[in-house]
């Protein structure tokens, strides 16, 4: 399964799950963001994440630290260029897809710190 794809089926997962999508593969100098949705007020920060050979770890692994910190500096950025979501409660979730090709969908996986 290509990013590309993996972004598609996690995309339809969360709109069926109530999110709606602000957007997609937002680049700034500090890194990328592969979906920024509304989920009621909060503003998702989505990692898709897809890896199909398990001895490299899992999908969901592979959001390390220094990944992590990637996202936190992009979502500062989108927040700078879109004042209107400033005052939201910001959630960092990661939508894995490992071998199989099954969805985890992991709420809150880490925190801005």
Known sequence: MTGAE???LALRLLQKR???????????R???LDLVMLHGDTLAVIEVRSR???GYGTAAESV???KQRRIVLATQMFLV???GHGNRPVRFDVV???AGGKPDW???AFDAV
């Open 6 to 8: 993996a972004e598609d």
């Open 96 to 98: 894995a897809f490992d």
């Open 30 to 32: 500090g890194g990328e």
């Open 106 to 108: 992991i709420t809150a």
């Open 52 to 54: 199909s050979n398990p």
């Open 18 to 28: 109530g999110l709606k999508l602000l957007q997609r593969n937002y680049r700034c």
């Open 81 to 83: 260029t879109h004042p």
């Open 64 to 66: 390390d630290a220094r």
